[in-house]
């Protein structure tokens, strides 16, 4: 099963980019990338997926390097709004058992 | 929106109480999966399944149970709570656990004093 891991947290002030990486060292060949947005309270939120080079949507951005053995989850120019936890999911490919990492708790100050 | 629900929404209880949190969806997704999570803390797989009939424990061991008899409901269930029981109870659901996005519904607070 592929595990995954993340910083922590990390700090930001709006208008910045904000770069998350996520280790996933052991991913299966036919796994994907997923990552989520969790507010307090909150049950996690879809953000973007990928499988492998770049992804781009209305929100994000995500990079993975050739050999898949990280991702990077891109945010442009942050607000107050985009402060939450962030989670990085990769799916071991062969079962439907989807376990998420701990989380990148992303602090975004004025 | 997402179409999946849970109920209730908060839930405080006695110890030894018998509870059931209810997790439906309108999707039609074979997949659903319920996750605990203490406040500030991650996520828990506890109990997933694959469709009608399939249940399988998660990650985490859990002295809930749950049930598949239909495809949309998916309920979890503690025959007698106990204050470690206390914690939000996440549910979610997807058509393709690979590539597919997982929906998550609004989570019930259990309280157990």
């Known amino acids: 099963l592929a595990k995954t891991t993340q910083p922590i947290s990390m700090d930001s002030y709006e208008g910045q980019e904000v770069n998350i990486t996520c280790s996933h060292n052991?991913?299966?060949?036919?796994?994907?990338i997923t990552w989520y947005q969790q507010f307090p309270s909150q049950g996690p939120r879809f953000i973007i997926q990928?499988?492998?080079t770049k992804v781009t949507n209305e929100v994000a951005s995500l990079f993975i390097p050739a050999d898949r053995k990280s991702s990077t989850l891109s945010l442009p120019r942050v607000s107050l709004s985009d402060t939450a936890v962030y989670y990085c999911?990769?799916?071991?490919?062969?079962?439907?058992?989807?376990?998420f990492g701990s989380g990148t708790r992303l602090l975004v100050r004025p | 929106e997402a179409d999946i629900y849970q109920t209730p929404r908060y839930l405080v209880i006695g110890t030894g109480k018998k509870i059931t949190l209810e997790c439906s969806q309108t999707?039609?997704?074979?997949?659903m999966y319920w996750y605990q999570q203490d406040p500030g803390m991650e996520l828990h797989l506890i109990h997933y399944?694959?469709?009608?009939?399939?249940?399988e424990k998660g990650d985490l061991s859990s002295e809930s149970t749950v049930s598949r008899i239909r495809t949309e409901h998916f309920p979890l269930t503690l025959e007698s709570a106990r204050p470690s029981h206390t914690s939000q109870y996440l549910c979610?659901?997807?058509?393709?656990?690979?590539?597919?996005?997982?929906?998550f519904g609004e989570g019930s607070r259990l309280t157990v004093l």
């Open positions: 399944s694959y469709g009608v009939n399939s249940t």
């Open positions: 990928g499988y492998k």
């Open positions: 999707m039609g997704h074979d997949k």
């Open positions: 052991n991913i299966a060949t036919n796994d994907y």
């Open positions: 979610a659901s997807t058509d393709r656990a690979i590539t597919g996005e997982l929906f």
């Open positions: 999911l990769v799916g071991d490919g062969s079962s439907y058992k989807l376990i």
